[in-house]
């Protein structure tokens, strides 16, 4: 496979990096940027210092991803150790129109040596095609197994090869609410539980739940999101695999039932504003009824990205007390304790001594550890101490992430472009009028191609 076949595979990608890309910089703005402890610096040199053999290696590599700004700063405190422990210099090009970069590299005869992206779709097309290493021939199989939930590295894997490691993670599934307003249950037993109580809150004349798709040439894809969400547990992981990657089709009944579960949340009387507001709210200023003098609704589904995003806009709320989480429950008692991520994956090109001790170093626990510490993401690595985040809501999502049964990505990560297009579009149509629903997953099946 040449390389401008490669570099091709990756156009579609650019609308989906760039969205998902926004969500992380909106979370990742913060007042202070926390910083590892000496201890852990240390630790990470000398962890770093053991994925280039021992050696002083020197020289350079080049990482192609998304980051840029603060969020590029706080990555790049990750690699610092690495650079001083090994003498090699981390050369990171970062860019919200990464698909196009990486064709142009591509095609000029220069891949970089590293990507790392959101995409895992198009990640897996290039593994496909053999255009990525096998890590498992560059990271120590026991450090795999031991760092990393069986889950994640499936989700890396195509061929029987693992083409991708996950860098950093959001933890999705989230609801949001003010401890201080909010009077339902903060551990229901079932989505049906928390259900309940919303509907018992719109029949007092209360709205419970906040609700904002508009995201610019993204929009909709708040509600598609929280229907894969809902898909995933509600119908299962062996479903869900089958569904995204076309052998079940979106007419299909356990598709049906999401965008009805989905629907129920949605319908009148049980979100903000109605569908008027629903659809011209943008989703980073969905949760500002909430804290308005007199609350306007009560709760905000969304990943762990939304904390900063509400914190930013509210400076004043003291974690825990004016603001928290807790997870969503669970859809179906035949699935339980499965949580959905989204995130960072991170795969190799070019297999220099290099790239491949920087691939070592980031799979290590002391690099999660670091992952951790900036207080902006999650780490994939489940070695990481609890005590790594000083961030209140990563730490408790940490807690979240690390208990669960199994985790999965949502499906439209790894769906061609133009089936992700119509799936967010989806969620618009269908919070206009979801007595279209037939028609509306048609139009998708046929997106599909």
């Not at 928390?194 to 609700?211: D, I, N, S, Y």
């Not at 949580?339 to 290590?364: C, D, F, K, M, V």
Request: with cysteine.
């Amino acid at each position: 496979m040449n390389l401008r076949h490669r570099g091709a595979a990756l156009v579609a990608a650019g609308a989906v990096v760039t969205a998902l890309a926004a969500c992380s910089s909106s979370e990742s703005a913060r007042p202070e940027e926390p910083a590892a402890d000496d201890a852990a610096v240390a630790a990470a040199e000398e962890a770093a210092l053991a994925a280039a053999g021992g050696e002083e290696l020197g020289g350079s590599v080049t990482m192609l991803g998304v980051l840029g700004g603060e969020e590029l700063d706080a990555f790049l405190s990750v690699v610092a150790p690495f650079e001083d422990a090994t003498g090699i210099e981390v050369r990171y090009e970062g860019t919200r129109d990464f698909a196009a970069v990486l064709q142009t590299r591509v095609d000029g005869g220069n891949p970089p040596d590293l990507v790392a992206t959101p995409a895992i779709g198009e990640m897996a097309a290039l593994a496909e095609q053999d255009a990525l290493v096998d890590l498992r021939t560059v990271v120590d199989d026991a450090v795999l197994t031991a760092n990393y939930p069986a889950s994640m590295l499936e989700t890396g894997t195509a061929g029987g090869e693992l083409f991708g490691l996950y860098n950093t993670v959001n933890l999705g599934g989230l609801i949001w609410y003010d401890p201080k307003r909010y009077d339902g249950p903060t551990d229901p037993a079932s989505w049906d539980e928390l259900q309940t109580w919303a509907r018992e809150k719109a029949g007092a004349g209360e709205t419970p739940w906040c609700v904002g798709l508009e995201s610019g040439a993204a929009s909709g894809w708040p509600a598609a999101d929280f229907i894969d969400e809902i898909l995933l547990r509600q119908a299962g992981p062996e479903f869900h695999r089958a569904w995204r990657e076309g052998a079940e089709p979106w007419t299909s009944p356990q598709v049906e039932q999401a965008y009805e579960t989905y629907g129920e949340m949605i319908a009148d009387g049980m979100v903000y504003g109605g569908t008027t507001t629903v659809l011209s709210t943008d989703f980073s200023q969905a949760a500002n009824p909430m804290f308005a003098p007199e609350p306007g609704c009560y709760l905000l589904q969304q990943a762990t990205f939304m904390g900063g995003i509400i914190a930013d806009a509210f400076p004043d709320l003291a974690p825990g007390e004016d603001l928290d989480f807790f997870p969503a429950p669970d859809f179906s008692p035949e699935h339980p304790g499965i949580r959905s991520i989204s995130g960072e994956i991170l795969g190799l090109i070019t297999e220099t001594p290099q790239a491949a001790a920087l691939t070592r170093y980031l799979a290590s626990t002391e690099a999660g550890t670091l992952i951790a510490a900036t207080g902006r993401w999650l780490s994939p690595n489940v070695t990481v101490p609890a005590d790594a985040y000083e961030d209140p809501f990563l730490r408790r999502a940490n807690e979240v992430l690390t208990s669960a049964e199994a985790t999965y990505p949502l499906g439209n990560s790894l769906m061609p472009q133009t089936e992700v297009d119509a799936f967010w579009q989806s969620g618009l149509a269908f919070a206009q009028d979801p007595g279209d629903l037939t028609a509306i997953l048609q139009g998708i099946e046929d997106a599909r191609g």
